[in-house]
C-alpha cells in the first residue's frame, strides 16, 4: 500500500521561506515522478511543481517560478520543495502527490488516475 506523508508547512510572513518535505513508501521511491499540489479557500487543486522520475525535468507552475525549488533525493526516498519570497497568495494546503507507473516517461504531475496524495500540509503566508 502507498502511502505519502507530506510535513514543513506552517506560518510565515511575506518574503520568507518554507521547506516542504515528502516520503513515500510502498513503493519504489527512485522509480516514480512526484509534484506538489496545493488548494486555497475556494479554489480548485492545482499543480505547483513536479518532477520526473529521474528528477532531470521539472514543472514549475508560472506563478511560482524563481521562488520555489523542487528536488528529489532518492537517496532519503525525499522530495523537497524550497519555497523562498514568499506570497500571501500562496497561502494554501500543499499536497505531496506520487505517479503509482514506475518509469512513467509521460506527465511528470501524477495525473488523478494514477495518483496518490498524501494528507497535506497547510501553508499560511500572512502580509
Known amino acids: 500500500q502507498v502511502q505519502v506523508v507530506e510535513s514543513g508547512g506552517g506560518l510565515v510572513q511575506a518574503g520568507g521561506s518554507l521547506n516542504l518535505s515528502c516520503t513515500a513508501s510502498g513503493l519504489t521511491f527512485a522509480d516514480v515522478a512526484m509534484g506538489w499540489f496545493r488548494q486555497a479557500a475556494g479554489k480548485e487543486r492545482e499543480a505547483v511543481s513536479c518532477t520526473s522520475w529521474t528528477g532531470s525535468s521539472k514543472y514549475y507552475a508560472d506563478s511560482v517560478k524563481g521562488r520555489f525549488t523542487i528536488s528529489k533525493d532518492n537517496g532519503k526516498n525525499t522530495l523537497l520543495l524550497q519555497m523562498n519570497i514568499l506570497k500571501p497568495e500562496d497561502t494554501a494546503m500543499y499536497y505531496c502527490?506520487?505517479?503509482?507507473?514506475?518509469?512513467?516517461?509521460?506527465?511528470?504531475?501524477?495525473?488523478?488516475?494514477?495518483?496518490?496524495w498524501g494528507q497535506g500540509t497547510r501553508v499560511t503566508v500572512s502580509s
Open positions: 502527490g506520487v505517479d503509482v507507473r514506475p518509469r512513467h516517461g509521460g506527465s511528470w504531475c501524477p495525473p488523478p488516475a494514477f495518483g496518490v
